[in-house]
């Protein structure tokens, strides 16, 4: 996205690399006030991402796999039959699976504006506020700027079920910080405050923020607002350790997520560029920081969360083998086709819409580096509809399998593995 200040290439390619620290495990929980988040793994929000189909997905992502592990986290029999191909059975799943088995403690909704929530029927509040049994616990994320709008669109969050709600203060969007949304937001300390004070008068559930560290590098406001957050009575922060004018670019800088953690009691999580276990680790023992939020990273490898739970038990963990991307991908698809014909009755505006269009997007994300992954985008790019595209997954992955071929990360594939036309939101 030129001229938006979403450069995410430069980091996401030129990653730093980190050996595994010997002093830290990403924690086995963190409480949010009641929520036990077990294990300490948080999905970051994700605007046009993290819908209930792709939180779900992450959640029983370490079904999908061929691997076997010897330790607890190793999906249960019963379950085997759930992850075949062709069998996919989200009902059978959904009842058995934990979130030790996923690796991931808390599921995080895409952002919703607290405007939008007010004056919404209630059928499209549905479509955004939608979530499952087996998503628990899930936090809802909000963003606004009128504390009142604020506190009624939490109250709606905690009548809907949901386990904490979240105060977006990271958003760099134009629209949204041209309302003095998000980041826009970081400007103000008194209105924060205001913020603070009414959403947490108007529910009982957690009550989080996530945020960057300040508008730019002269005004960093991250220590202030965190002391600020627990002095109001927040449950935890988040802290995306970069500025709003950073974008998306250069390094998150994680010691400002360890000077935050120095200044508050409160859980704090942190967030960026952590894009294996070894990073995830890394952060935890160069910022002390209770959790560990991934966002871009899930997508381009929906293991993750189970990874880094294997790494912190035995300090190793698998890696998925071409099977396993192909019952990966196929699940997804499976899960979106069945939500579309779950939804399609509902109202316009209450339905999820065109599965194709996500599933184009998310094979774009996961094909990173697969070897002749260029290859396979182009023909999903050109698919005109759902089957089309798993036709299209059909004929890149079977004869890879039955030639027993094994998936090594190509770096020169050349796939990018978060386009920038995608970093819509913060
Ligand atoms: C496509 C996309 C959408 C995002 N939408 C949101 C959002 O709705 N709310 C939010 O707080 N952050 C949002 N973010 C920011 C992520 O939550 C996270 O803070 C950021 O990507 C840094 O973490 P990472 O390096 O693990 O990706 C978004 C990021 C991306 C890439």
């Not at 405050?193 to 008068?201: C, D, N, P, T, V």
């Not at 079977?398 to 920038?420: K, R, S, Y």
């Amino acid at each position: 996205m030129a001229g938006r200040g979403f450069t995410v290439k430069k980091n996401w390619d030129n990653p730093v690399e980190h050996a595994m620290p010997a002093d830290a495990r990403v924690p086995a929980e963190v409480c949010l006030g009641p929520v036990v988040v077990r294990p300490a793994t948080v999905l970051a929000p994700m605007a046009g991402v993290t819908d209930t189909v792709f939180r779900r997905f992450i959640r029983h992502a370490s079904l999908f796999t061929t691997c076997g592990s010897a330790d607890a986290a190793s999906p249960p029999e019963n379950l085997a039959e759930a992850s075949n191909i062709g069998s996919f059975d989200v009902a059978g799943v959904e009842s058995a699976v934990t979130n030790a088995q996923s690796g991931c403690g808390l599921l995080m909704t895409e952002f919703t504006s607290a405007d939008g929530l007010a004056r919404m029927r209630e059928t499209k509040r549905r479509r955004y506020l939608t979530f499952y049994e087996d998503e628990h616990p899930i936090g809802a994320q909000l963003f606004g700027s009128n504390a009142e709008t604020l506190a009624e669109a939490a109250r709606i969050v905690e009548e809907t079920g949901f386990d904490t709600v979240d105060l977006n203060l990271g958003c760099p969007a134009k629209r949204v910080v041209g309302c003095n949304g998000g980041s826009g937001l970081l400007r103000d300390l008194p209105k924060i405050g205001e913020i603070f004070r009414a959403i947490r008068k108007a529910v009982t559930i957690p009550f989080t923020v996530k945020f960057r560290m300040g508008w730019n590098e002269a005004q960093i406001v991250c220590v202030e607002l965190a002391r600020m957050a627990e002095a109001e009575g927040l449950n935890g922060l988040a802290l995306h350790a970069r500025t709003r004018e950073q974008g998306y670019s250069g390094q998150a800088h994680w010691n400002w997520i360890a000077a935050v953690k120095q200044a508050v009691r409160i859980p704090v999580i942190g967030n960026g560029d952590v894009r294996t276990p070894e990073d995830a680790a890394a952060m935890v023992a160069e910022t002390g920081c209770d959790a560990v939020m991934i966002g871009r990273a899930a997508p381009a490898n929906p293991w993750i969360f189970r990874q880094i739970a294997q790494y912190t038990a035995t300090g190793s963990y698998e890696r998925p083998t071409t099977e396993d991307r192909y019952r990966m991908i196929r699940a997804y698809f499976e899960m979106l086709l069945v939500e579309a014909e779950a939804t399609k009755d509902l109202p316009r505006d209450a339905r999820m819409g065109d599965p194709a269009g996500k599933m184009k997007q998310f094979a774009t994300w996961f094909t990173h580096g697969v070897p002749g992954g260029a290859k396979l985008r182009a023909g999903i790019y050109h698919a005109r509809n759902g089957a089309d595209v798993l036709g299209e997954v059909e004929r890149f992955f079977v004869p890879l399998i039955e030639a027993g071929d094994c998936f090594e990360p190509d770096a020169e594939d050349g796939g990018q593995a978060f386009p920038e036309s995608a970093l819509v939101c913060d």
